[in-house]
Nanobody, 121 residues
């Protein structure tokens, strides 16, 4: 089992910044990839950014050039730096862990509880 705990969500003005963190606790399982997804009520989950153990990354088209994913391996912590925020970035953000570098929701095995991000215009 892998346990994921997100933090850093909150409110921001459009054009502002927020940084999300995800602390990973390892049980009997280890994973090589981590990422962030987001979801609004009534909508499906959207892949935001993912990273593998080599530092390779993938970003969703809507956040490219504005969001940056990074990982502190020593601290077992994942980050998402969100800049130039837009109201449409408002969503529940979930940390994920797994074994594939993909933005497909179904291929991620472990999910955190989520942290809310709200961007006002």
């Amino acid at each position: 089992q892998v346990y994921l705990l997100e933090s850093g969500g909150g409110s921001a003005q459009a054009g502002g910044s927020l940084r999300l963190s995800c602390a990973r606790s390892l049980g009997s399982q280890t994973t090589s990839h981590m990422g962030w997804f987001r979801q609004n009520p009534g909508k499906g989950r959207e892949g935001v950014a993912v990273i593998d153990s080599s530092g390779r990354t993938m970003y969703g088209d809507s956040v490219k050039g504005r969001f940056t994913i990074s990982e502190d391996v020593a601290k077992n912590t994942l980050y998402l730096q969100m800049d130039s925020l837009k109201p449409e970035d408002t969503a529940m953000y979930y940390c994920v862990a797994g074994w594939y570098l993909t933005l497909e929701e179904r291929l991620w095995s472990y999910w955190g509880q989520g942290t809310q991000v709200t961007v006002s215009s």
